[in-house]
């Protein structure tokens, strides 16, 4: 039986994904004239019209992060929450990679997608650490199973045998269901405070509308950008 070269195999994968449907469902009209004077305040209009809408996790957003040298990762992860001055909070191990990445470069970028309307929403800051007490908070809110996994997790690094992280999470499970309040040092609550917002919405004929807030003060400004 002949193989199909390299060529030809990335020809296929080629012709799939332009045989792909783009906007395939009904768009709804943004209209930037009308958007309000903050984007915390539009986000939370566009996340709840999500929610309304049937999206799957509209919560989840993609954090992409970049180590001392410049070269970026990125990860979907939870938003815990927005808060009126213009801060995105996440959480994490801060030994994990995203944590390292953050200590050595405390910059970040967010990402929240939601094709079923066509959206996009970019948020660029810096990020600091909220403080131990918001981190705890933050940790024991967390289910037990999510708690015992963050104890016995030594995220991004190599495992050798499964095994030893099924060994290591009854452990934490065990240790939990002894001490409920138990909290990880190493579980950390950051705040990305956003220096611009972009709100992108798409247009079944590419005139994407995109609306760009940055900060300036105390307020904002908004620009319309070329889609």
Not at 22 to 44: I, K
Not at 45 to 69: F, K, N, Q, R, Y
Request: with cysteine; hydrophobic share 40%; net charge negative.
């Amino acid at each position: 039986m002949s193989q199909k070269s390299p060529s030809a195999e990335q020809s296929d994968v080629r012709r799939l994904l332009r045989s792909l449907p783009v906007f395939a469902f009904e768009l709804p009209l943004f209209l930037p004239e009308t958007a309000p004077g903050d984007p915390v305040t539009l986000f939370v209009e566009w996340l709840t019209s999500a929610i309304d809408g049937g999206v799957p996790e509209p919560h989840a957003m993609t954090l992409s992060t970049a180590d001392e040298d410049g070269r970026p990762s990125a990860r979907v992860l939870i938003c815990k929450d927005v808060d009126t001055s213009g801060n995105w909070y996440f959480a994490s191990s801060a030994s994990s990679r995203k944590g390292r990445e953050l200590e050595a470069n405390p910059h970040a970028a967010l990402t929240f997608h939601w094709p079923r309307q066509g959206r996009q929403i970019r948020v660029r800051g810096a990020v600091t650490p909220t403080g131990a007490e918001a981190s705890a908070a933050d940790f024991l809110a967390r289910s037990p199973g999510a708690r015992a996994e963050a104890l016995s997790s030594r995220q991004s690094q190599v495992l050798d045998d499964p095994a030893e992280a099924e060994a290591a999470l009854q452990e934490a499970l065990t240790r939990i269901a002894a001490d409920p309040d138990l909290v990880s040092t190493d579980w950390t609550l950051y705040a990305l405070a956003a220096a611009e917002v972009e709100f992108w919405q798409a247009d079944e004929r590419r005139r994407h509308t995109r609306l760009r807030y940055e900060r300036a003060g105390g307020g904002w400004t908004r620009h319309r950008l070329w889609p």
